[in-house]
């Protein structure tokens, strides 16, 4: 019977996780055009902050419990899920053209958020202090974003998407879209995690395995919808957006909730998770140049298929390895 509550909180929660990442993604297309934004922003920002609701929940409560171990993990898987299974599905499905500019100008981001959890984590552990200087580096990175922001000239005249009836619908969408995504990762997660104990999984597995993959689905269905309507652009920018937001707020804030305590576990993912992270941030960004020319760059089928390849090599490898 626990084994027929737990399949069916896996099907309820990939039916929430559908319908939030429609409604976040229209609400979110609605005011980027409404405000003149580009699509990669409002993927970077709203879309990618409402998909990381999972990531900050579950990373928080880990850490509250004293399993800093399954909260670190989590990032980290989160990651590199977010870049394996998401971009290189996203990536097949329909390739997106973008600037090298702003493949730079964000992968520096990506990476250095990487690199300062690496420094701060090198003695095995995350103070309060040191937990507060990683938000002060989400808080600069949006601050420089919003300063520099690429602004598109709003067209009404293409949204002929009209399904909001007054100004206040299309934060409504986002944030009914975002609960209900919340809730949907919160009942694949249950459902994986009671698996995962019966199973007596160790918590750096956990962390990135089930806890990961469940966090990482509201992306994945958020840069599916994007697709589908095609914002491929929107898409990318959910990827890099989200990926700071879980490197630096998430991190951030379990920290800053519950220090991180040094231990076997944590010493695993800093010796072999974190050059791995690094390792897929480098190939997303190192693909695409590939691509079109000195202005342009794509994330193509190609890529995208080599990002899911190398994706499924880690799991493999991380499954051997428990």
């Known amino acids: 019977m626990s084994w027929v509550l737990d399949l069916l909180g896996v099907v309820l929660g990939f039916v929430l996780l559908a319908k939030g990442s429609g409604w976040l993604v229209e609400g979110g297309s609605v005011l980027g055009r409404r405000w003149g934004v580009a699509p990669f922003v409002v993927g970077l920002t709203i879309v990618a902050w409402g998909t990381s ?21 989590n990032v980290l898987g989160s990651n590199m899920a977010n870049i394996g299974m998401v971009m290189g599905t996203a990536a097949l499905i329909l390739p997106a053209v973008f600037s090298r500019r702003r493949l730079l100008g964000e992968g520096f981001w990506l990476l250095g958020s990487l690199v300062l959890l690496w420094v ?52 409504r969408l986002v944030l009914v879209g975002s609960g209900v995504i919340y809730a949907g990762a919160e009942a694949v997660m249950w459902a994986g995690t009671r698996v995962a104990e019966r199973l007596d999984m ?28 095609g914002d491929a652009d929107m898409s990318l920018g959910n990827v890099f957006g989200s990926n700071v937001f879980n490197t630096l707020a998430v991190t951030g804030v379990a920290g800053t909730l519950s220090p991180f305590g040094g231990g076997e576990q944590i010493n695993l993912a800093l010796s072999r998770d974190f050059p791995l992270c690094v390792g897929f941030t480098v190939l997303l960004l ?20 080599l990002l899911l390849s190398c994706y499924a090599a880690y799991l493999i490898y991380i499954s051997l390895g428990q």
Request: proline share 6%; charged share 20%; glycine share 12%.
């Open 53 to 73: 609701l999972p990531e900050v929940a579950v990373s928080a409560m880990a850490a509250v419990k004293g399993r800093p171990a399954a909260s670190l993990g």
């Open 286 to 305: 190192v693909l695409p140049s590939l691509g079109l020319g000195k202005a342009n760059t794509i994330v193509g089928k190609l890529p995208g298929l």
């Open 202 to 229: 160790g918590d750096t597995f956990l962390g990135l395995t089930i806890l990961a993959l469940g966090s990482s689905l509201p992306e994945l269905f958020a840069c599916l919808t994007s697709v589908r309507r």
């Open 120 to 171: 701060l984590l090198a003695d095995g552990e995350l103070g309060r202090l040191e937990a507060l200087l990683l938000l002060g580096a989400f808080v600069t990175h949006y601050v420089h974003l919003f300063r520099g922001r690429d602004r598109k000239a709003a067209d009404s005249s293409t949204d002929t998407q009209a399904p909001t009836k007054g100004r206040g619908a299309p934060w």
